[in-house]
C-alpha cells in the first residue's frame, strides 16, 4: 500500500531529535510525520533523563534524612515502597509526554504514525506494511544499551539502566559495570535507596581527571565502592553474579547492571536497501551513501542539496555544518524538548522556505554526555545551509 499523503519530510523517531525536528520543519512551512515503533517520547522521556532524574531525586531525599547531622531534628529513612516509587515515576513519564510530546506534537500539527520503519529503497520507507514516499527522510533512531562482550555475560540474567528502573524488587547489593554517565547516576541512585553498590571501571572516563577525583571521593564517602579496574568475565552463581578483574579481584553481588556505552539503532532500518551506510568514526553516528540520487535533491521549488556525502567530523576549529533544522538545537540538549511548551500561534507560515533540502539526514545521540551537544546532527551534505 503507497501512501497518498505527500510529507516533505519524514522522521524516523519521537525523541527528543525527531520532535526538534518536527517542530522546526512545520515552522517552516513543511509537513511532516514522525514515525515511532515504540511508545512517544524516545530514551529521555521514558528510558532516560526523566525516570533517572526523578528516581535520583527521590533516593537523594532518602540519603539526606539518613545523614542528617541534627539529632534533634530527627529524621527517619525507613525501607523503599520500590513499587510505588516505580508507579510515581511512570506517572511523571505518561503525564510528560502527554504535555510535552503529544501535546506539542498536536500544537505543531504533525502526526505520528506507530510502526516499525524500514527503508525498501532510497525513496520509500515501509511502516507496518504501508510504503511511504518523501523527497526527505530524517534518521532519528537514538540508541540502545551496548552489552560488552564479556564471557559468560550471555548466562547472567543482567540489568541495564533501562530495566533496573523498572525493577520492583529492592536487590540487597549490586555490581555495576562501567563508571560513564549512566553507570554513575545508576549507582547513586540506587546506593541512595540502601542497595550496596560496587563500581566496576575507569571512573568518569569521559571527565577531567581533576573532576573525575573529585566526583569519586564523593562516591566513596557516600558508601559506594569503586574499583578501577576491567572486568574480564562475569558469572551465574547460586543467587549471585561475579564479576571478575584483570586485576584479579572477584566481586559479587545480588544483581549486575551493565552500563557500558550505547550503540546506535540503526540495525534493522534497511539501510543497505536505501543505500546508506552507518559508520561510526569519533564515536559519532553518521550516514555515508553510495548512491548518488540519496544526496541532493530536494521537494519542489528548492534548490538541491550538492551531492557531497562527506562526514567526516569538522576539524577542530571549525565550524559544525548546519543541518536544515540545527537553528533550535538547543531544544535537545537536555535530550528531550520537556521545556518545550506548544506554540502560542499557528505554527505554519504560509509559504515554504527556501532553504536547501537535506535528502537524508541523521540526528543522533552521541556519546554520553557529549563533548559539545546531546544531540548528534549529521548532514550527507555537510554544505546544505
Ligand atoms: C539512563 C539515561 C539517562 C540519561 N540522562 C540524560 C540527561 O540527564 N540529560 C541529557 O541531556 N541526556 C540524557 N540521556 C541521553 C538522552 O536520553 C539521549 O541523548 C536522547 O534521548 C537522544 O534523543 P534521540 O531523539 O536522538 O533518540 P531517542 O530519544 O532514543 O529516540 C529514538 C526513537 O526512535 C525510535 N525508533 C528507533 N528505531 C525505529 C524504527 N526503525 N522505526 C520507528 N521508530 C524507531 C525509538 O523507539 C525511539 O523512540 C540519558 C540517557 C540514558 C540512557
Redesign the pocket.
Known amino acids: 500500500m503507497t501512501n497518498e499523503q505527500r510529507w516533505d519530510l519524514i522522521v524516523?523517531?519521537?525523541?527528543?531529535?525527531?520532535m526538534a525536528a518536527g517542530i522546526e520543519a512545520r515552522d517552516r512551512g513543511r509537513t511532516v510525520l514522525l514515525?515511532?515503533?515504540?511508545v512517544l517520547?524516545?530514551?529521555?522521556l521514558n528510558?532516560?533523563?526523566v525516570p533517572?532524574?526523578r528516581l535520583l531525586a527521590a533516593s537523594g531525599h532518602r540519603h539526606a534524612a539518613a545523614t542528617n547531622p541534627f539529632p534533634a531534628a530527627p529524621t527517619s529513612a525507613a525501607g523503599v515502597d520500590l513499587p510505588a516509587l516505580i508507579a510515581q515515576k511512570q506517572d511523571l513519564i505518561d503525564a510528560l509526554r502527554e504535555a510535552k510530546y503529544q501535546a506539542v506534537a498536536d500544537a505543531h500539527d504533525f502526526p505520528i504514525r506507530y510502526g516499525?520503519?524500514?527503508f525498501t529503497d532510497e525513496n520509500t520507507l515501509d511502516v507496518a506494511g504501508e510504503q511511504l514516499t518523501a523527497p526527505a527522510f530524517l534518521v532519528?533512531?537514538?540508541?540502545t544499551p551496548a552489552i560488552p562482550d564479556l564471557p559468560g555475560i550471555e548466562t547472567v540474567p543482567f540489568l541495564t539502566?533501562t530495566t533496573a528502573m523498572q525493577q520492583t524488587e529492592l536487590p540487597e547489593s549490586l555490581v555495576v559495570l562501567g563508571a560513564g554517565p549512566?553507570g554513575l547516576e545508576q549507582s547513586q541512585l540506587w546506593s541512595q535507596l540502601g542497595v550496596r553498590v560496587t563500581i566496576v571501571g575507569r571512573f568518569a572516563p569521559h571527565n577531567e581527571p581533576e573532576l573525575a577525583a573529585v566526583l569519586k571521593d564523593v562516591f566513596t564517602t557516600g558508601g559506594i565502592t569503586v574499583v578501577e579496574q576491567h572486568a574480564t568475565a562475569v558469572a551465574d552463581t547460586p543467587g549471585a553474579v561475579t564479576v571478575t578483574t584483570d586485576g584479579g579481584q572477584t566481586i559479587t553481588a545480588q544483581r549486575l547492571l551493565v552500563a557500558t556505552g550505547?550503540r546506535p539503532?540503526t540495525n534493522?532500518?534497511g539501510l543497505d536497501a536505501a543505500g546508506l551506510r552507518p559508520t561510526t568514526a569519533d564515536s559519532w553516528l553518521s550516514m555515508t551513501t553510495s548512491a548518488p540520487a540519496t544526496s541532493g535533491s530536494g521537494p519542489p521549488g528548492t534548490s538541491p542539496a550538492p551531492r557531497s556525502t562527506s562526514t567526516s567530523p569538522p576539524r577542530p576549529g571549525t565550524s559544525r555544518p548546519r543541518t536544515p533544522w540545527a537553528n533550535r538545537r538547543q531544544w535537545t540538549?537536555?535530550?528531550?524538548p520537556a521545556s518545550r511548551s506548544p506554540p502560542r500561534s499557528s505554527p505554519a507560515p504560509a509559504s515554504p522556505s527556501s532553504r536547501p533540502w537535506t535528502r537524508v539526514t541523521a540526528?543522533?545521540?552521541g556519546p554520553?554526555p557529549p563533548t559539545t551537544s546531546?544531540?548528534r546532527w549529521r548532514t550527507t551534505t555537510p554544505a546544505a545551509r
Open positions: 524516523i523517531g519521537t525523541g527528543g531529535a525527531a514515525v515511532e515503533h515504540d517520547g524516545g530514551t529521555c528510558v532516560g533523563c533517572s532524574k516499525h520503519a524500514r532519528a533512531t537514538g540508541s539502566s549512566v550505547r539503532n534493522d532500518l540538549t537536555a535530550g528531550c540526528a543522533t545521540a554520553f546531546p544531540a
